[in-house]
């Protein structure tokens, strides 16, 4: 009986230390499995954190580039415009020759003309359809000219004196370009803003 209370004792003996070691093996995986569970919840947050970092990134990006797109829509758009108005000014201003009050607007430039060009003798360059006009002007005026009718121009003239070193256009095309450049500011600031 000895043995078998020996073997009995041993058997128990094993299956306490079979048990305990259940025991441990399943306290080592709960753990195990609590820190798997851990980890791959801070790399699931870590990967939404970064998903959502970039996201984030994307967005803006698209959001500036469609800024971006937007704002040289409307520069096309306003220069569309100032480009219109121009061409609109251009367009009155190249029939200006049949407006009545003509003769008066050629006075007007001559007089401009022939006072940045001063006194003394000076050449009138004018297109052949303003020759009578300049002719009639330039008595009115006491100017002492000469008018070559050789420009081809919507209206206005051109002063030289007489060896041309001094040049003064005044012709609708060049107030024309001359307004064009001063007003560009001024109209771009108003479509712009600033």
Do not use: W
């Amino acid at each position: 009986m000895a043995y078998e209370n020996l073997l009995k004792s041993v058997e128990e003996s094993a299956g306490e230390r079979e048990q305990e070691l259940r025991t441990r093996a399943r306290v080592a995986v709960r753990a195990i499995l609590e820190e798997a569970e851990a980890r791959a919840k801070d790399l699931q947050q870590s990967s939404l954190d970064e998903a959502k970092k970039a996201a984030l990134i994307e967005r803006n990006k698209l959001m500036y580039l469609t800024k971006i797109e937007e704002k040289k829509q409307l520069i096309t758009r306003k220069e569309a415009i100032f480009s219109q108005a121009i061409s609109t000014a251009e367009q009155h201003l190249l029939s200006i020759r049949t407006d009545p009050a003509y003769p008066e607007i050629f006075k007007k430039l001559a007089r401009e003309a022939s006072g940045a060009m001063g006194t003394g003798k000076c050449h009138v360059h004018v297109d052949k359809r303003d020759e009578q006009i300049s002719l009639d002007m330039l008595a009115g005026l006491n100017l002492s000219a000469v008018v070559i009718p050789d420009l081809t121009t919507a209206g206005g003239l051109v002063i030289t004196n007489p060896d041309e070193t001094v040049t003064i256009s005044n012709t609708v095309e060049s107030r024309l370009e001359r307004i064009k450049e001063r007003r560009k500011l001024e109209i771009y600031t108003i479509l712009f803003g600033g």
